[in-house]
């Protein structure tokens, strides 16, 4: 349903991640995905969650009192509404970020949200999902986030990069399973251009949902 979205939690927190790192957010959670990445953090979104209008949620937004929104997952695509959800918040004023796995079409994204585009790598499980050609259809304000497991992830990474000559890069450290010195070295010894991406929600909080 169009005016119906599914959402798994609706909090308040600091960014943790991309070049909002730090500010004061909103998050709306939505449920379900179509991946299943081995070292998903976020399983509890696959069930289905509370129904919500998409007016309903701008009002839990206009009561948190944040100018940034993220839309997540899950993977929010997945649900119809949220193109009209996202769209009602930009022209609201907010300035609106919108993370999706990479599997599905961004092209029908409003302009005006910053898309944070996951290209899975080889250690997901899932990289043959990757919908590649978003790739070519980024603008300037978007954001490419790859989560690096091992060196084999960083050096696909790396090679996607190229390829496609990406800016605004995000290489992020699984949590548990790599270092973050260790991909630090790696982007200096490379001179790559992107950003080493440290998940600070879970460096202050733990990995615990709703925080």
């Known amino acids: ?7 798994t939690e609706l909090f308040t927190s600091l960014q943790g991640e991309s070049s909002l790192v730090g500010l004061p957010t909103t998050f709306i959670r939505l449920s379900g995905c179509n991946l299943r990445c081995s070292w998903c953090d976020s399983q509890y979104t696959f069930p289905k969650g509370t129904a919500y ?22 993977e929010p695509l997945l649900q119809d509404g949220v193109y009209e959800l996202m769209r009602k918040l930009a022209e609201a004023g907010y300035t609106v970020s919108c993370e999706t796995n990479g599997s599905l079409p961004i092209g029908n994204i409003d302009s005006r949200v910053r898309i944070i585009l996951d290209i899975k790598c080889p250690g997901s499980g899932q990289a043959e ?24 992830d960083y050096k696909f990474a790396k090679g996607v ?8 890069v995000l290489l992020s450290p699984a949590w548990g399973l790599l270092e973050a010195q260790t991909l ?28």
């Open 53 to 74: 209008t998409i007016d309903e949620l701008i009002e839990k937004v206009k009561e948190a009192k944040t100018n940034y929104v993220c839309v997540t997952g899950g």
């Open 184 to 211: 630090a070295d790696w982007i200096v010894q490379d001179r790559i251009p992107a950003r080493l991406n440290l998940q600070l929600h879970k460096m202050l909080w733990g990995q615990k949902p709703g925080v």
């Open 129 to 152: 999902k990757n919908m590649m050609g978003n790739l070519e259809i980024l603008r300037p304000h978007d954001e490419v986030k790859f989560v690096i497991a091992n060196e084999a």
């Open 1 to 7: 349903m169009k005016n119906r979205l599914f959402v």
């Open 161 to 168: 990069v190229q390829k496609f000559k990406l800016a605004n």
